[in-house]
């Protein structure tokens, strides 16, 4: 739990807490970076991107699992999964991050865990309570809000100068 509301805040988990501190400065770096090499194409950008989580990511598994992950019943399931999991999603997200300002695209990506919510309402048949629909439903909200006013700001800078501003 997150927010003790109506509970004593020792409940807290420091723990916890601290992965999520760290989880949302991954996200703002990637963020970040993700726009400054916006200007490379996807089709370097998100190799480079899946190359560097391999190699955070492949030691663990073969510490775990060793020489069983070269089996190509396995190599072939993984790159399925990449290939849906990582490297379809990142190359569309990397097209977005470069078409977006980064708190818009921030706050558009806040919906995946909502849609994921909803997903598994839907097609898992997972029970979802009150509190979390009512997160969900703001999720969307802010989102929509943040994508509509980012519209409309750009819109206004791409107005042509009248007169009055030319003189």
Known sequence: MLLPLGHDINTLDPTGMA?????GTGWACYI???KRVGHL???ITAPLGAAMAALVVVPVGVVHAG?????????????GVALISSAIPIS?????????PKN?????????????????LL?????LSWSQCLAIGLILLASMGCALTAQSQTVKTKQPDTPLQQA
């Not at 569309?92 to 977006?100: G, I, Q, T, V, Y």
């Not at 706050?107 to 598994?120: I, N, Q």
């Not at 097609?123 to 029970?127: I, Q, S």
């Open 19 to 23: 992965w999520a501190a760290l989880g």
């Open 32 to 34: 970040i970076f993700g």
């Open 41 to 43: 194409p996807v089709s």
């Open 67 to 79: 020489t069983a992950l070269l089996a190509p019943d396995v190599l072939l399931t993984s790159l």
């Open 92 to 100: 569309l997200e990397l097209f977005a991050l470069k078409h977006l």
């Open 104 to 120: 818009v695209f921030g706050t558009m990506t806040s919906m995946e865990p909502a849609v994921a919510a909803l997903l598994a």
């Open 123 to 127: 097609l898992l048949g997972e029970v």
